[in-house]
């Protein structure tokens, strides 16, 4: 089994700022797992993740360039060309090979060691890396390292096609996903078959499919369909809300869910024109439990809170701060007033998630 380092499984491309995942993550080690549970266990919850989106995912062109690496050239660009077909063959988007004397949205190629403003590649670096999700993107392989075509056995090299999959993954919008046999996982790079986690983010980034059990319908007031969030919110194990955790004045979709062994986490969605998902945080592991109830409030103090009244009794009220992640808890954010009014009000399942003026409601589809 060929493990991708730590670098990768951030899920960040080269040059990537502190964001709100990367924070999160601190956070959760900073405060471990507040129900108790190992907090290193993996997230046990099937979940994609999303980081951003193309407008017109129908007509993304690519361009192979610096070809000469440690692998046949003609290999190389049959790997990444079976790649794009692989995220082709799903209807939702299409990559196809860019006009001579054009701009191509994505540029693929080999680089060695420090290479421009992006991470440099070593032993302890990804094997491959990709940029941000917009036009003139590009991926990244580590010409240093030992390469397949298609890996049948692990250590015989990384595959090529396999990596390149997942690199086009991140490049059409999708994060990394907890499912373990997914593309979009960040623990293996060798060959593997789109994981349903990885169309359900897909789809719920370019529309598709058809409504089940636990998808989550984001209508117009007049209920038109905008988007659905396929697969978020089975409805034993789950439960959402909508609040606007970050305070930019559009308001969030927030998804908690836990498994049979009562670990948890939540998944927030954000929004963008139409409301279209933009992009996500989380997931925030450990920061849900079975049968806990959870509140979202603002509190006099211009807090925005998340309140969680476990089985047991105890209470915690953790807050977010301006990038919607997260900290530390304190019940004493919240009076009894407070609580009070909180809880006859309820949680929100409609607002204006793309800062239009206009409303609209999560509806689930049980
Ligand atoms: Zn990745
Ligand atoms: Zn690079």
Redesign the pocket.
């Known amino acids: 089994m060929v493990l991708l380092p730590a670098l990768l499984a951030l899920g960040l491309t080269?040059c990537a700022p502190e964001t709100p995942a990367r924070l999160a993550a601190a956070d959760d080690q900073q405060h471990g797992n507040v129900q108790g549970a190992n907090p290193k266990a993996p997230p046990v919850v099937p979940h994609f993740t999303v980081r951003g989106r193309w407008a017109d995912p129908q007509r993304l062109t690519y361009r192979i360039e610096d070809r000469a690496g440690p692998f046949d050239a003609e290999a190389f660009g049959a790997a990444i060309t079976r790649a794009c077909a692989t995220w082709t063959e799903t209807g939702l988007v299409a990559f196809s090979v860019a006009e001579a004397d054009a701009k191509p949205d994505v540029v693929l190629g080999w680089?060695r060691g420090h290479?421009?403003a992006?991470?440099p590649f070593s032993a302890d670096s990804a094997v491959a890396?990709s940029g941000p999700v917009r036009n003139g993107t590009?991926v990244?392989f580590d010409a240093g390292r030992k390469w397949v075509a298609d890996a049948e056995h692990d250590r015989d090299g990384y595959s090529l096609y396999g990596t390149a999959l997942h690199e086009l993954g991140h490049v059409l919008g999708l994060g990394h996903s907890t499912v373990a046999d997914a593309v979009m996982s960040t623990g293996v790079v060798r060959s593997a078959p789109l994981a349903p986690s990885d169309l359900f983010g897909l789809q719920s980034l370019y529309g598709g499919g058809v409504d089940a059990v636990g998808d989550l319908r984001i209508e117009s007031e007049k209920g038109e369909l905008l988007v659905a969030l396929r697969g978020v919110a089975p409805s034993d194990i789950s439960d959402f809300a909508v609040f606007d955790v970050d305070a930019n004045g559009s308001d969030d979709v927030l998804v908690w869910r836990t498994d049979r062994a009562g670990n948890g986490q939540l998944m927030i969605y954000h929004f963008e024109k139409g409301a279209q998902i933009a992009r996500t945080t989380g997931p925030f592991v450990g920061a849900m439990a079975s049968g806990a109830e959870n509140l979202l409030m603002h509190t006099a103090s211009g807090h925005r809170v998340l309140h969680t009244a476990y089985k047991n009794g105890r209470r915690i009220a953790r807050h977010f701060d301006q990038y919607g992640v997260l900290k530390g808890f304190s019940v004493h954010l919240i009076s009894d007033e407070e609580m009070a009014a909180a809880e006859q009000a309820g949680n929100a399942r409609v607002g204006d998630l793309d800062g239009d003026g206009r409303r609209e409601r999560v509806v689930p589809v049980q």
């Open positions: 080269c680089r290479h421009g992006c991470e890396h590009f990244h």
